[in-house]
């Protein structure tokens, strides 16, 4: 992409801003509101956010994943318990996770420490999955190389006539859990002039402080 082309997709923002007197009192309280917004909006995959995880070396990784629930001081996603994220997690919890909402011109950013759910809340999400990806979920061992696309719908297969009606939660697959530390609400604003508005936790309580955009 050159000069000409990035100034053809700059748009700008022009929807409502932020101030502090709209914020909830907790940040989980108020991604509910910004999560209900990109819902009724009707937004493609609006639970779907970007991880960044930093593993012993201290080489960041990112990737897209999907939120599958939120409590009142966290959220939960679900992977291969042997994957690279988890393999880094479990060498470093402190974690990342990044929502954009760009037709709402709308951002967050929460950093916190992952912790790894409890076996039976894993096996209580792994039955609601279709068939098709708790097969998925014994056939694949996340991140590891593989031959060809081949080999790996043979394995499918395979697993596909193993199992009859139920199937078990494989050992190697389970959630995490993401308590924040830190979660900023970002609103894009005209003239690149954002709000950006952060809590920060001290102790039981969260405060809220304003960034220069």
């Known amino acids: 992409m050159n000069?000409?082309?990035?100034?053809?997709?700059?748009?700008?923002?022009?929807?409502?801003?932020?101030?502090v007197e709209d914020l909830a009192a907790t940040p989980m309280a108020q991604f509910e509101v910004w999560f209900a917004g990109a819902?009724?909006?009707d937004l493609y995959e609006a639970?779907?956010?970007?991880?960044?995880?930093?593993?012993?070396?201290?080489?960041?990784?990112?990737r897209a994943v999907l939120l599958k629930e939120t409590t009142e001081r966290s959220l939960i996603f679900y992977?291969?318990?042997?994957?690279?994220?988890?393999?880094?997690?479990k060498e470093n919890p402190h974690v990342a996770a990044t929502f954009m909402w760009l037709p709402l011109h709308r951002q967050v950013r929460f950093e916190g420490e992952a912790r790894l759910?409890?076996?039976?809340?894993a096996d209580a999400y792994f039955e609601t999955r279709p068939r098709g990806a708790k097969i998925a979920a014994h056939s694949s061992r996340q991140s590891r190389p593989a031959a060809n696309r081949e080999e790996l719908e043979s394995v499918f297969a395979e697993r596909d006539a193993s199992f009859g009606?139920?199937?078990?939660?494989?050992?190697?697959?389970?959630?995490?859990?993401?308590?924040?530390?830190?979660?900023e609400f970002w609103q894009?604003?005209?003239n690149r002039f954002h709000d950006?508005?952060?809590?920060?936790?001290?102790?039981?309580?969260?405060?809220v402080e304003r960034l220069q955009p």
């Not at 992977?79 to 997690?89: A, D, F, V, Y």
Request: avoid cysteine; glycine fraction near 10%.
């Open 117 to 121: 759910v409890a076996d039976e809340v």
């Open 79 to 89: 992977t291969n318990l042997e994957s690279r994220k988890s393999q880094e997690i």
């Open 165 to 183: 009606d139920e199937i078990p939660r494989p050992e190697w697959w389970g959630g995490w859990e993401i308590f924040p530390h830190t979660a």
């Open 3 to 19: 000069q000409e082309e990035s100034s053809r997709l700059r748009r700008e923002y022009e929807l409502a801003g932020l101030g």
């Open 39 to 41: 819902l009724a909006a």
């Open 196 to 207: 950006r508005l952060r809590y920060v936790q001290k102790g039981d309580d969260w405060i």
């Open 47 to 62: 639970n779907a956010f970007v991880l960044s995880t930093t593993g012993r070396e201290g080489f960041p990784s990112a």
């Open 188 to 190: 894009g604003r005209f």
